[in-house]
């Protein structure tokens, strides 16, 4: 390899039914990983106000975000719960130039991420149900309306694969946090020192 090359990094696609707990196990590893410039958490782009709390995000308008994707800004977006997500197309740049980047995905647009990236990595994050539905009504950032509507999704199952991680987050979060972030090391070494 000469000076000049720089080998791909990877792409972390974090899914799993609402509640069980992807952005506080991504949030447990950005914190692990806090010094590591290499590994970068995406901050999605949604139509959700700055302020609903949660995941930090970019809040844009349906009009912001009708441009943004007319205008070629996003490597993949989705629509799921009356909100539209989308993922910067610079993430395309910085994996392909050795970042490993970790989203917080779609189980629908997994097909989609793969055609943007090609090789990805997916952690499937769960819970138990009776877990969820608890978690979901103490975050308190849907109504009990939406909280059920996002309880009852019917989405595909994503959940086997030889791209497909388990990461069980019904108990402790420190055990599904270790877990992620002992798979995103694993990616981060073998993207560096590929067979
Ligand atoms: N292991 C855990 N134990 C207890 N509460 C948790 C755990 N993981 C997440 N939570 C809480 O459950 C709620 C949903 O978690 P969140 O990370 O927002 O899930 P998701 O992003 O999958 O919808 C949040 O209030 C969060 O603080
Ligand atoms: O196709 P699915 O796998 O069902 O995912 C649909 C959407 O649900 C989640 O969004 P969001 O973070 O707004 O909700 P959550 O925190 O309640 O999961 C997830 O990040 C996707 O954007």
Redesign the pocket.
């Known amino acids: 390899m000469s000076t000049f090359e720089t080998r791909r990094g990877a792409l972390v696609v974090v899914v799993?039914?609402?509640?069980?707990?992807?952005?506080?196990?991504?949030?447990f590893a950005a914190r692990h990983f806090s010094d590591c410039a290499d590994i970068h958490f995406v901050r999605r782009v949604i139509t959700r106000p700055s302020d609903a709390g949660?995941?930090v995000h970019e809040s844009v308008s349906i009009a912001e975000f009708a441009d943004m994707e007319q205008a070629g800004a996003f490597a993949v977006s989705w629509d799921a719960h009356g909100l539209k997500y989308g993922i910067p197309e610079d993430v395309r740049r910085n994996v392909e130039s050795g970042t490993t980047a970790i989203v917080?995905g779609s189980r629908s647009a997994l097909p989609a991420f793969r055609a943007a990236f090609g090789d990805i990595a997916i952690a499937v994050?769960t819970?138990e149900p009776t877990?969820l539905a608890k978690?979901?009504a103490?975050?308190?950032?849907e109504s009990e309306e939406d909280v059920l509507r996002r309880l009852s999704r019917q989405v595909p199952d994503v959940t086997t694969g030889p791209d497909v991680t388990l990461i069980d987050?019904?108990?402790?979060?420190?055990?599904?946090g270790r877990h992620f972030v002992d798979l995103v090391e694993h990616l981060r070494m073998k993207a560096a020192h590929p067979a």
């Open positions: 799993g039914p609402s509640g069980a707990g992807k952005d506080s196990v991504m949030g949660g995941e917080n994050i819970a877990v978690r979901l103490e975050r308190g950032r987050n019904s108990g402790r979060l420190e055990i599904a």
